[in-house]
């Protein structure tokens, strides 16, 4: 077991299996020593665990809640192509998208979700730039969607 998969299972959690995709791409493509994954939705066990917007039918705090879950696909999409999640050197950027309301502006605190589970899986390395963008809409009628943008070594 390596370092990574120690942490998430001291965390209580197990990576799950990578989402399909919902249409045509890849969950996870690799470019030099960056890994950049999908946007990944809020599935567990392949069904979308919510839907709708963000400051109407999802409060701020179930929506950090879905973007740690989008986070956690997007590592298993990670891992999927590397093979071990010990290989990232650091974490680059998040890009985090909320499906809201026109009057919601707590985008920055729904990342966080994703944010400092990063931190806490990673430490140090965790640490990465981020965009938080409200959008009128995403697939399936998700309220979050993230993309992880990971360096890694050997």
């Known amino acids: 077991m390596g370092q990574i998969d120690a942490r998430l299972s001291e965390l209580g959690i197990t990576l799950p299996a990578v989402a399909k995709p919902v249409a045509s791409y890849v969950p996870a493509m690799i470019t030099g020593n960056?890994?950049?994954?999908a946007?990944?939705?809020?599935f567990v066990d392949g069904k979308l665990v919510?839907?709708?917007?963000?400051?109407?039918?999802?409060?701020?705090?179930?929506?950090?809640?879905?973007?740690?879950?989008?986070?956690?696909?997007?590592?298993?999409?990670?891992?999927?192509?590397?093979?071990?999640?010990?290989?990232?050197?650091?974490?680059?950027?998040?890009?985090?998208f909320v499906a809201s309301t026109t009057d919601f502006i707590g985008q920055p605190q729904v990342l966080n979700?994703?944010?400092?589970?990063?931190?806490?899986?990673?430490?140090d390395i965790g640490a990465h730039a981020r965009a938080a963008v409200g959008v009128a809409v995403l697939p399936l009628d998700a309220p979050v969607e993230v993309e992880l943008i990971?360096?890694?070594?050997?």
Do not use: H, W
Request: proline letters at 1%; one cysteine or more.
């Open 150 to 154: 990971l360096e890694f070594g050997d």
């Open 34 to 37: 960056l890994l950049y994954t």
């Open 39 to 42: 946007g990944q939705l809020p």
């Open 113 to 123: 979700g994703a944010s400092e589970f990063l931190g806490q899986v990673f430490g």
């Open 50 to 96: 919510a839907t709708g917007k963000v400051g109407s039918d999802v409060s701020a705090s179930e929506a950090a809640e879905l973007a740690r879950i989008c986070t956690l696909n997007a590592l298993a999409a990670a891992k999927g192509v590397l093979g071990s999640l010990d290989r990232v050197t650091r974490v680059v950027k998040v890009n985090g």
